[in-house]
């Protein structure tokens, strides 16, 4: 099976998210993409996370009509920091060839993770750009990973968008419709539940 892992805080799952995931799907063949919200994420501001059963409820609902998408639990019940290599670990068997999904960002930092060539050696990395302007910077990087670590890197040659999980909580706390940004059903999820006022 081709799959390949998608981690986040999903602090809301919104359209680019889906859409990230669909593209990749299509554009190397995966049968199935893992969307993994995490606990804590290293290297990151956690505090305006919202609990994990409400992000893991809210992914479930949202790849609900996207058959090759899947939500798994594994880093909530890990507890503690979330690192993408114990996730590797755990999801890696003979009969699997993984990929690893991740932004811009997080790519650029990707060096300074836990356990960083334990990453590189088992996975292939999908890249997505926000934009335009990130293709060079990635490109450079992708050289220098290749030189230090030996590792297997795709770009994806489309802009991903601009919408990002802050925009969407900001758009809730200030009553905006936000209803083109994510799934109706996390939306009413949200409200039903009162998150991110």
């Not at 501001?45 to 809210?58: L, T």
């Not at 940004?181 to 009162?194: A, E, G, P």
């Amino acid at each position: 099976m081709r799959r390949a892992i998608y981690g986040g805080s999903f602090n809301p799952i919104h359209n680019d998210h889906i859409k990230l995931a669909l593209r990749f799907a299509e554009q190397f063949e995966l049968d199935r993409v893992t969307l993994i919200p995490t606990s804590v994420t290293p290297l990151k501001d956690n505090s305006h996370i919202i609990a994990g059963e409400h992000r893991y409820q809210m992914c479930l609902l949202a790849v609900q009509v996207h058959p090759q998408l899947e939500v798994s639990d594994i880093e909530l019940r890990r507890k503690g920091e979330s690192y993408t290599s114990d996730t590797i670990a755990a999801l890696k068997n003979d009969d699997d060839t993984l990929f690893l999904i991740v932004g811009a960002d997080m790519y650029m930092t990707l060096d300074r993770w836990h356990d960083a060539q334990y990453i590189f050696d088992n996975v292939t990395i999908l890249v997505a750009p926000r934009n335009e302007l990130d293709y060079d910077s990635l490109e450079e990087k992708y050289l220098e990973y290749q030189e230090k670590y030996g590792c297997r890197t795709h770009i994806y040659h489309a802009p991903i968008g601009e919408l990002s999980s802050t925009t969407v909580r900001e758009g809730i706390a200030s009553g905006a419709d936000i209803s083109h940004m994510i799934d109706s059903r996390v939306l009413d999820y949200i409200q039903q539940h009162d998150l991110y006022r």
